[in-house]
Structure formats: structure tokens, C-alpha cells
């Protein structure tokens, strides 16, 4: 492939990405949650026992400055409860609440990107999945990071 070539595919991933993501905060509007809350809201479904909000800037690829406005959005809106750690009095651990789960519950039944998606087949939707992966390890070390771990959804 030539420069131009990799130039092209960035450019029709980016605008993927947005279109997709237009999709996504019209639909995500009816619950009155962004793109980036619903993101959290799912790695929370995910995980066995409460983040820190450093774990979720990892898991969720952003910069721990703007998680930390968005949770605090997010307790606001009582989706989400922070609780000091048990045995580390200055380590805050993030909790979805009963809200926030029946919120990602109904997300969850309306959510645009599995019509877009189908548009893959299986095979073609792993090899994405393992495409993006390697971008994603690329990318991490271009900035100079160590390889994060890419939690699954």
C-alpha cells in the first residue's frame, strides 16, 4: 500500500466513527446520557468489583482529567456512587447504581450500533475486532506507552 493509501482507509475510519457516533448521541439522547457515560456505564456492567476512576480512563482509552468531570456528571445524575476504598482512605472506587444499571439495561435494548454492525458478517466483524486491536497496541506505542491491557466488552 502506498502513503495515500493508509491516508485514505484513516480518513474512512474517521468518518465512520462519526457517523456512527452521530447515531449513537441521537439515540442516546432519550436517556438523557452521552457516548462517553454509556461507555463507563458498560465497563461497569463488566467489571467483578468497583474501578478507580485511573482503571477507568484505562479501560475506556481517555485522559483521567476528563473521566473525572464526566463521573462527577454521572453522580450528579445518580447513575453512578464513588466510595472511598476500604483499606486506601485516598483511593476512590467507582459504583453503578440501580439506576445507572436499569439506564444501561434499556441503552442496551435500543442500541444502534448492533443494526450498524450487522451490516458484518461474523468473520468479517473478528477481523475488524482484531484489526482495531492492533492499531489501538500501535498507537499506545507511538506515544511512548506501555501495551494496556484491551478489556473486552
Known sequence: MQNEDYLELWVN???AKEAIGKVRRRELRAYNVSPEQ?????LLSRLQEPPTPAEIARGTFRDPSSVSIILNRMEAS??????????????V????????????????????VFRIMSGLSDEQCKQLKECLKILQLRAHAELGETAREIIEP
Open 78 to 91: 445518580g447513575l453512578i456512587t464513588k466510595i472511598n476504598d476500604s483499606n486506601k482512605k485516598n483511593l
Open 38 to 42: 454509556s461507555g463507563i456505564l458498560s
Open 13 to 15: 475510519l474517521v468518518q
Open 93 to 112: 472506587r467507582v459504583s453503578i447504581t440501580e439506576k445507572g444499571r436499569k439506564t444501561y439495561n434499556h441503552i442496551l435494548r435500543t442500541i444502534c
